[in-house]
DNA sequence: GCAAGAATCGAACGACCGTTCAATACTTTT
DNA sequence: AAAAGTATTGAACGGTCGTTCGATTCTTGC
């Protein structure tokens, strides 16, 4: 065929989007240039990420919404395997932070910059997010069921819980005294006992 | 006094301080330039700001520090003023709650600013911070104080709780159907559970 | 092997931004 | 009123960065 995109199209995208993780998540968005993206996927020429991406701000909303898709995808996943529903908090609980461990980016990073974004490329990865806080809030909904009852008692109840989730973030040390599943059961215990009290 | 600062030079200090306050929490730190905070400020050149700053970045820190001073004593004081640790806990998180609403100060973006910064300059931030984290810490020591025991529990339990707090400014609606006063007493009473249950 | 589009690259453009500088106006003490 | 330092301003500098362009090379179906 003539003119098709090479079979390692893909292969190269990913790569773009695996360096940029990595600098945004220790420079930030701004302070990263596409030029540095450039030169740690050994291209030479800063022209080459445009074969890829229409722009910079592609590079960042390509990068949160596969994130998100993933979070969500292995989550999903990781609460269906179990039935007792506090086994389902403890599974999406370890479930985030091994994610947030293994790729190493820095959410609360990403997500005040993509609220920077015009809301028209907010969108999908608005819905993203509420996604996956409409499964902790399932969760929650089956460990508490009473709380239904009261009109968005719910939600909030899962936005506060999600902090302590998407928190652990900013403080997190792998090389610290504690590891992730540590703080995972720690975190899961905390929440089963909070929720039941509202 | 000849060479002496005028009697007005912290006013217009403050002033800047505001302004770039709220336009930080609109754009961003990197996206809001010097001109535009001048403009805010009713200035009519953008050197104006170096009369009173060195640069940029001493305004963000500036701002930060100021803001991490008043909250911690704003909280000091609201802790203090009661005694039994289930008022002190109500207390903490209430204040927290109410100083992020009147600022409107968007702290996880400013938090993952000042995370780039040169170590130096974060030093005294980070001092703040911890100031803040402890206050929380004892706390929840006076609550639950077997925890003390395992070393290290203590701190790990206070940071999972610490994000419930922080994490309320990315989504929290002062129009929405909750007030700050009823999301306050909803976290407190999550906590209070659930910080027993380790 | 030729045509057409993909892949890559180097160079340049155009805009913006943080910072500096020199000059002016103002204030206050002596 | 003179001196000295502050307050304010407009203009300019130096650099960076996102993006574009044109050219070249590579791949592949006809």
Redesign the pocket.
């Known amino acids: ?9 893909d292969d ?1 995208r990913q790569i773009i989007l695996d360096q940029a993780a990595t600098l945004f998540a220790r420079q930030g ?10 030169k740690a996927c ?17 590079v960042l909303t390509t990068l949160i919404t596969d994130f998100l898709e993933l979070v969500i995808a292995r989550v999903s996943e990781a609460v269906g395997a179990v039935e007792a529903p506090q086994k389902k908090l403890q599974a999406f609980v370890l479930e985030c932070m091994r994610i947030y461990d293994e790729y190493r980016i820095n959410y609360p990073m990403l997500f005040a910059e993509m609220s920077l974004l015009p809301a028209e490329e907010q969108k999908p990865i608005r819905a993203l997010e509420r996604q996956w806080v409409m499964l902790l809030r399932g969760i929650i909904l089956e460990l508490n069921p009473g709380i239904s009852n009261r009109r968005h008692h719910a939600m909030v109840l899962t936005l506060i819980a999600s902090g302590s989730v998407n928190w652990t973030y900013t403080w997190f040390d792998p090389k610290g005294p504690m590891s992730q599943e540590e703080v995972a059961e720690m975190t899961t215990r905390m929440l089963l006992k909070g929720l039941a009290a509202v």
Chains 1, 2 share one sequence.
Do not use: L
């Open positions: 065929m003539v003119g098709v995109r090479a079979k390692d199209h190269k968005f701004h302070k990263t240039s596409i030029a540095q993206i450039a050994k291209a030479s020429s800063k022209a080459w990420i445009y074969h890829y991406f229409p722009n910079k701000e592609a």
